[in-house]
């Protein structure tokens, strides 16, 4: 069955893809028919029936060891890494999404023990132009710097490295990714600078691996994301269920990994225009990404980010 193919030397996607053949081919009828399955080599077909022949107790020790190892992939989640001393004094965050011409944000207040997140600031800012001279844009972004409200810590997601070509597009566009980089840099610096008191000099910005906050919500198709919109009315319904409706069953909740929203953020969410809606849902997810992911290590969510990573050196940023 396909739910019990993932405890086995078989990724995700290949049990899928496996699961998907079998049911417009029906059962397999030799050993040999797992290889028409895409995906499936003899290097590949071999080391899943070398699981699927291994004693129950051999899987298990091995699942306890890739669990051991997904734990170890937390830093590599963000730029720098955090210092695992810095990691529980941290109550709130904020993320920060960059775009051409605006900028939004998100603070989140960490709950304690089971309580879920508060969000207690959510906006978003034009900055109403795509090119600007350095001097005015370093105004606008300083302005929007000091609305950005104060917090433990600040997280952005990694901006896109440029790579050599020979075509590396119009004029315009190269503009418009130099004041992206240029808005990043000066919000980036601007959040730095708050921590110049702090006497242990730690960091309080980080940077998050692209795609990671689409990859945990399930909104990345190939490498586009698609909307947050559906999510973030999910939470909100989430949210008024648990806070205006008792439960009387003994079923359990995570409220842990659950966000509350305050009613003037749900008004001011459901009255900006659609992309208004769009960007503050993909800062939340940031913001929320972030927190599961790093603050709070939630197993569950490491292990849906990890489980089919290409990437196999645990101290590799990407």
């Known amino acids: 069955r396909l739910i019990i193919l993932p405890s086995y030397d078989i990724t995700k996607a290949r049990a899928t893809k496996l699961q998907n053949w079998k ?38 020790i091995a699942q306890g060891r890739q669990n051991k190892t997904k734990a170890a992939r937390v830093a590599p989640f963000i730029t720098p ?7 529980p004094l941290i109550a709130s965050a904020v993320g920060v999404r960059i775009g051409v011409s605006s900028v939004s944000w998100a603070r989140l207040k960490i709950g304690s023990n089971e309580d879920p997140c508060l969000l207690t600031h959510w906006q978003h800012h034009e900055l109403n132009d795509k090119k ?13 710097s000091h609305q950005i409200p ?37 919000i980036s610096f601007s959040l730095m600078a708050r921590s110049d008191g702090d006497e242990n000099q730690t960091n309080n910005v980080y940077y998050m691996r692209r795609f990671l906050s689409a990859r945990l919500f399930n909104h990345l198709v190939g490498t586009e994301r698609v909307s947050t919109e559906d999510t973030i009315s999910a939470m909100m319904r989430t949210h008024y269920n648990v806070e205006h409706q008792v439960p009387e069953t003994g079923s359990s909740l995570n409220l842990h990994n659950q966000v509350n929203f ?45 489980r089919n990573s290409k990437d196999s050196n645990p101290n590799r940023v990407s």
């Open 23 to 60: 049911d417009r081919h029906g059962p397999l009828q030799e050993l040999s028919d797992i290889l028409y399955v895409d995906g499936f080599g003899l290097m590949v077909t071999t080391k899943f029936f070398t699981s699927l022949l291994a004693p129950a107790g051999s899987r298990s």
């Open 81 to 87: 890494a955090m210092d695992e001393r810095q990691r």
């Open 132 to 144: 600007l001279h350095l001097s005015e844009l370093s105004r606008r972004c300083l302005y929007v």
């Open 150 to 186: 104060e917090a433990d810590c600040y997280v952005m997601e990694s901006p896109q490295m440029a790579q050599a070509s020979s075509n590396p597009g119009s004029i315009d566009q190269q503009n418009v990714n130099i004041q992206k980089a240029q808005v990043a840099a000066i």
């Open 262 to 306: 305050p009613a003037d953020l749900r008004l001011l969410f459901s009255q900006q225009e659609r992309y208004q809606r769009e960007l503050l849902g993909q800062v939340l997810l940031l913001s929320l990404a972030f927190t599961r992911l790093v603050l709070q290590q939630d197993p569950q969510s490491i292990a849906s980010v990890s």
